[in-house]
């Protein structure tokens, strides 16, 4: 393209040069990378189990570790409970503070939990890592759980005074 172009010295024209169209320089391979095989793809992970009606409706679920567990001994130590559901010590620390859990402590400082406190952490690991629930959801679920172990128990006060009395009606009419 030619232009005028107005200088001291008077009048020029002036070509514009063409700007030259950069290529985009070939990537420089390396021997390694020559030698490096193709990425495999990765295998599918495999789906999640469905829950089923009666896990999704059950709080209290015996886990596999404890089907094995006899609870023969007093108290068990932390490492003992961590071994039997096959956690850190930390998460069983965690869910013993979070749960309000009063163990016993040794004047080390260890942990010694019984055998119903063993029972109740199988519970929160049934919640937690098997069914997925959060810390707040499983204690809610916890205390749903006791509200309802209580109106059974009022419930079977209620239904033992009613068969007295329907007792006592029978025996009336006899």
Not at 33 to 48: I, L, Q
Not at 78 to 105: L, P, Q, Y
């Amino acid at each position: 393209m030619v232009t005028k172009v107005l200088t001291l010295f008077g009048e020029e024209l002036v070509t514009e040069p063409v700007k030259p169209v950069r290529k985009r320089a070939a990537k420089k391979t390396t021997a390694q990378e020559k030698e490096k095989k193709p990425v495999e793809e990765a295998e599918p992970k495999p789906a999640k189990p469905r829950k089923t009606k009666q896990a999704k409706e059950g709080a209290t679920h015996t886990s596999d570790a404890l089907q094995k567990w006899e609870g023969d001994k007093q108290y068990y130590t932390i490492g003992e409970v961590a071994t039997i559901f096959k956690v850190n010590t930390s998460n069983i620390r965690f869910w013993t503070k979070e749960f309000d859990m009063k163990v016993r402590t040794t004047r080390k400082g260890d942990r010694l939990y019984t055998p119903d406190q063993v029972r109740e952490i199988n519970t929160i690991y049934h919640l937690v890592k098997e069914r997925g629930y959060t810390i707040s959801g499983a204690k809610a679920k916890l205390k749903e759980n006791r509200k309802i172990s209580v109106q059974q128990v009022d419930l079977k006060k209620s239904l033992q005074v009613l068969r007295s009395k329907l007792l006592q009606i029978r025996k009336q009419l006899t």
